[in-house]
Structures are given as structure tokens and as C-alpha cells.
């Protein structure tokens, strides 16, 4: 078994005992770095926040430390969310605990890797655009991407607000839902919760019967994929079937423009939410002569990495005079229609499947010289974060390069569903 030195799981390894006896009492929880824990540092994998230390808990991390659990550490990340390899980190890429010549997918590629390694027992992610699903298939795992408004985002530093929410990683469905039953529910800090779902339970849908359940399977979403993953969901497909399920092909053709969508969006609320750290409030310092400007651009030019510095000036540029509307307004416009086509879809299916990922794990440093690669990478799962939709991503195979995750969404909180569903594969 690998180890952490190998893997570079870990920004930091820091142990944060909790407070009370309940459900994760006796479990390991790593927790991503862009997650606010108090007393100890949360740097969102950059040098810009390199030695920024909380001085509160995120409202997840409050309800760990309540439900039992000791969190280990705070798993390396993509910088601030701004990956699909874990490799734009500050800290140095983490490598796969399956194939360490590998990714371990972003950006929560940390989390995945430490509870794939047995480092972790579960593990807190956040996922934009696939940020909790995506390593999770690369790494073997389970990974939810609850619906937006479930979990509580208070405490995690922002990327893109109307797209993120923070979910579980862990062994097994059943496990990754006991995670989600302790963090889900409304909190007052966070207008952007809900009370749907607050009486759930997640860990006893994890029962298995898929008998009856429509599978709705988009043409869109399968085509582009590997072969080796297609011959995985397949076979995936199949057991669901011999098991009392029956799949049938939908179409979503809005899927097709929702990677463009997604990023003009994503960066435009990067643009906006990254604006803070300017050396002052937040930050390094970029020196002060007198010369805010000066100041302001090399506090960023020192803290930023590529990728970061990449998506703020693309999404200020969709975001500027004369350009709002020709892009950001039109990605507006597709995400409604990514919505509408999956709710029109949910009339006929209780659930919709696809390959977590259309290609295996990348090998380190294959995707950073050409970033549209990375990008195009997250075409299965960014349509669902548009929609403010739940997801799972339960292994459901390997090929040479790799494992394999398949994708199952529900419809809004619909997690009980996709966590039944998924748990039929184990």
C-alpha cells in the first residue's frame, strides 16, 4: 500500500479531535483544504493563502466533529478548486494510490486518494463541476455531489457559488451516505440551504432494490467516451438489469453546449469571488510604494498559479463591458436549457446514467500543457452542477489504465435514489 509520502494526499496532517460521541465515532475524516477549520491552516492548495489559519469552523466540519469523527488532515486540492488532476496544487501534485504514475482526478483528488489508500476512513470534497465525482471514479470510490442547497457552504471558501456544494467520498456507497446523513440539513448561516432532505436517510436507501427502476441512458454522454470505459458502463448497465432494472436510451441535447456554459460561468464567479485576495484583506502582500495597482497585481502574480490566473482573466473578460451579454448571459441561457432537458427527461426515468469520466486516469502531467484536454474532460459531469442536481459516482470496473466510475443522477434531492441505485453494484 502506498503511502502518504508517495501519494501527496495531505497539505497538511493536523488531527482535530471531536467533540462529542455520535454516528463517526471511531472514523478518520480527511477534510479538502478549502474547507474552514478552526486553529488550523486552510490554504485552498495556493501560496496565496500558504499561512491563512481560520479563526471558525465550517458549518460541515462543526457537524464531523459532533457526529464523533477525527478529522486527520486537510487533503491537497486542485488550487482553489481550479483542476481535474490535482496538479495546479502549490503543495505538488498528488499521485493515484491505484497507479501512482497516475492522476487521482481533481480538484478533490486529496480526498480520494487518502480514503482509496486507507489513509482516510471518508473524506469531505467540494465539487463545482465534477470536483468530488471525478476522483472518485479515478480513484475507485464513491464519491455524492449533493444537490445544491443540502449541504451547508458556509466555511468553505468560495469558487463558484451558484454551482458548488461539498460532499462525501468514501469505501462504499453505504458509507459515503452515513457521511452525507451527518452533514446534510438547513443551516442558518447559509441562505442557499433548504429544508428538503433534512428528515432523510441517506445510509438505509443503501438496501440495494433496484427492482422496477427506470434508467434513463443519454446518447450524449456515451459516445465520446474510451472504449474501455464504455465496455465498463455497459457491464454496469447490465447488472443493474439482471437485478430488476430497465434502462432506455433519453436524449439531453443541451449537453452539448453545457462544458462552454459551464466555464464562462464558473470563471465569471471565479472573477468576482477571487477578488479579495489582494494582499491586503487576504493574501500575500505585494509590497506598498504608494502604488495600489502595483501592489494589487503583484500580490496576485505571486500568489496565483497558472490555471488560477487563466480562469480570473477569462471570466473578467466574459464579465467586462460589452462582453456580459455576448457570453455570460448566453451561459445563463444554456444552463436553463441543461435544467429544462433534464427535468423533462425525469418525467419518464427515476435516474440517469453515464460514465463518471469518458477516459480513464490521465498520467501525471499528460493534461497540463493543453488545458482545453482538462476541460473537456468534465463534459459527463458539469451538465449536473447546471442543474443544481444530486450525482454518485460508484465504481463499476477497470480497464488497463485504470478504474472506472459510473454516474447516476437523480432529480432534486433526490439522493435516497441514487444512493439505492448505486448500491446495487456492491
Avoid at 468514501?170 to 448561516?189: C, M, R
Avoid at 493543453?370 to 443544481?388: G, H, I, K
Avoid at 442536481?389 to 472506472?404: F, M, R, Y
Amino acid at each position: 500500500m502506498s503511502t502518504d509520502d508517495d501519494l501527496n494526499a495531505f497539505i497538511t496532517r493536523e488531527e482535530i479531535q471531536a467533540t462529542d460521541d455520535g454516528p463517526l465515532s471511531g472514523l478518520t475524516v480527511a477534510v479538502k483544504d478549502n474547507i474552514s477549520t478552526e486553529g488550523v491552516r486552510t490554504t485552498c492548495g495556493s501560496n496565496m493563502l500558504a499561512d491563512y489559519v481560520p479563526p471558525y469552523d465550517a458549518t460541515v466540519v462543526t457537524r464531523l466533529k459532533e457526529a464523533g469523527a477525527t478529522i486527520v488532515g486537510k487533503a491537497n486540492m486542485d488550487e482553489f478548486g481550479m483542476g481535474t488532476t490535482t496538479e495546479t496544487s502549490a503543495f505538488g501534485p498528488t499521485r493515484n494510490p491505484v497507479d501512482t504514475d497516475r492522476v487521482p482526478g481533481g480538484s478533490s483528488g486529496g480526498s480520494a486518494a487518502a480514503v482509496a489508500a486507507g489513509e482516510a476512513d471518508l473524506a469531505l470534497g467540494t465539487d463545482t463541476g465534477g470536483s468530488v465525482r471525478c476522483p472518485a471514479a479515478f480513484c475507485g470510490v464513491v464519491g455524492i455531489k449533493p444537490t445544491y442547497g443540502l449541504v451547508s457552504r458556509y466555511g468553505l471558501v468560495a469558487y463558484a457559488n451558484s454551482l458548488e456544494q461539498i460532499g462525501p467520498i468514501a469505501p462504499s456507497v453505504e458509507e459515503a451516505a452515513e457521511l452525507l446523513d451527518v452533514i446534510a440539513g438547513p443551516d442558518p448561516n447559509d441562505g442557499t440551504t433548504r429544508e428538503e432532505g433534512a428528515d432523510s436517510d441517506y445510509a438505509n436507501a443503501a438496501d440495494g432494490d433496484v427492482e422496477g427502476l427506470s434508467i434513463g441512458v443519454p446518447t450524449e454522454l456515451v459516445e465520446g467516451a474510451d472504449e474501455g470505459v464504455k465496455a465498463a458502463f455497459d457491464a454496469a448497465l447490465d447488472e443493474l438489469e439482471a437485478q430488476g432494472a430497465e434502462y432506455h436510451e433519453v436524449s439531453l441535447p443541451s449537453v452539448e453546449t453545457a462544458v462552454q456554459a459551464y466555464y464562462v460561468i464558473a470563471m465569471g464567479e471565479a472573477s468576482s469571488n477571487l477578488a479579495r485576495f489582494d494582499g491586503v484583506r487576504y493574501g500575500v502582500s505585494g509590497g506598498y510604494e504608494g502604488n495600489w495597482n502595483e501592489s494589487f497585481a503583484n500580490a496576485r502574480e505571486e500568489g496565483f498559479g497558472e490555471e488560477v490566473k487563466r480562469r480570473v482573466l477569462l471570466g473578467t473578460y466574459a464579465l467586462s463591458a460589452g462582453y456580459h451579454d455576448k457570453y455570460y448571459k448566453k451561459a445563463q441561457d444554456a444552463r436553463a436549457w441543461v435544467k429544462q432537458d433534464f427535468d423533462e427527461a425525469f418525467e419518464s426515468v427515476d435516474v440517469i446514467a453515464s460514465p463518471t469520466m469518458p477516459t480513464p486516469p490521465f498520467k501525471l502531467g499528460e493534461s497540463l500543457d493543453d488545458p482545453l484536454q482538462m476541460y473537456l474532460a468534465d463534459a459527463n459531469t458539469v451538465p449536473v452542477n447546471l442543474a443544481n442536481l444530486p450525482a454518485i459516482s460508484v465504481p463499476a470496473g477497470e480497464t488497463d489504465e485504470g478504474p472506472v466510475g459510473l454516474q447516476l443522477v437523480g432529480p432534486a434531492f433526490g439522493e435516497e435514489t441514487i444512493v439505492r441505485a448505486a448500491s446495487a453494484l456492491e
